[in-house]
């Protein structure tokens, strides 16, 4: 487990998709659908703190890299979802450089970082040596920085030269409304989305919808790659309007 850090930072691609229903049913399927990961979207979707765990302990079961976006930068909301066993942060909102390397504090162990507990899932419930524990720190799991303001999106170089941090994630949706924008396939946000995606010092990626061609994006230097959610795999799954239109059909 714990493959995605270091896919990353490999220059791998990685093929996911948001998960926002929390039910161990709907990762089970995603699981078998053949994602390398899947982004428990605690930002946006009904995950408290159990839901959290009962996700990354059911995606790690199943084989999955879980990632979680988080609702914030908070060391304390940091420290839940670390100990919890997740693969990797989804961090919303970076604008700056010291952000980033204030949450990488909070990732790490150590005077003004993270609290240390050796009964979590992440350190094995107690199994983990002390030392062994300290030793890896942070080691496997991945910052992924999400790059969604005009800010961010100007320092976006500075942030991916912080060491530690793994990915830059354009959210275009909010770029553009900060922006001024009302879509995210305006030609100025498609502009800075791809100047986002060729910066070097950290792997790029950015969520894309599920009809929409990843071959623009890959070729500006994604690698990461977010493809649709639960909801939209089941609103495709279910052509009501074609349905409604064969019954009315008098033929």
């Keep these: ?17 948001f998960y926002k229903t929390p039910h161990p049913m709907i990762l089970e399927i995603l699981a ?4 390398d990961t899947v982004v428990i979207d605690a930002e946006h979707a009904p995950f408290g703190r159990a ?8 995606g790690r079961a199943l084989g999955l890299d879980m990632v979680v976006r988080l609702p914030d930068d908070r060391p304390a909301t940091i420290l839940q979802v670390m100990d919890a066993g997740a693969a990797g942060l989804l961090i919303p909102h970076v604008n700056t450089a010291g952000q980033a390397r204030a949450i990488l504090s909070a990732m790490r162990y150590g005077a003004g970082g ?12 107690g199994k983990r040596p002390l030392h062994e524990h300290l030793g890896a720190d942070r080691g496997d799991v991945a910052l992924i ?34 922006s001024g924008k009302d879509d995210f396939f305006d030609p100025e946000i498609a502009q800075a989305t791809a100047r986002i995606l060729g910066t070097p010092g950290a792997a790029t990626g950015l969520y894309c919808a599920a009809h929409e061609d990843l071959a623009a994006h ?29 019954l009315s059909d008098p033929k």
Excluded: K
Excluded at 4 to 13: E, F, I, K, M, P
Excluded at 220 to 238: E, N, P, Q
């Design 51 to 58: 839901e959290i765990d009962t996700a990354i302990l059911t």
């Design 32 to 35: 078998m659908a053949g994602f």
């Design 145 to 178: 920085c999400q790059i969604e303001d005009p800010e961010g999106a100007e320092n976006a170089a500075d942030i991916a030269s912080v060491e530690g941090v793994d990915g830059l994630f354009v959210g275009r949706a909010d770029l553009a409304v900060g």
């Design 1 to 17: 487990m714990m493959r995605l850090r270091h896919r990353l930072n490999a220059g791998d691609t990685v093929l996911g998709t």
């Design 218 to 246: 890959h070729a500006a230097g994604a690698r990461l790659f977010v493809v649709g959610s639960d909801h939209t795999a089941i609103l495709r799954g279910a052509p009501v309007a074609d349905w409604q239109g064969s």
């Design 114 to 125: 993270r609290g240390f507990a050796g009964t979590t899932r992440a350190a094995g419930y």
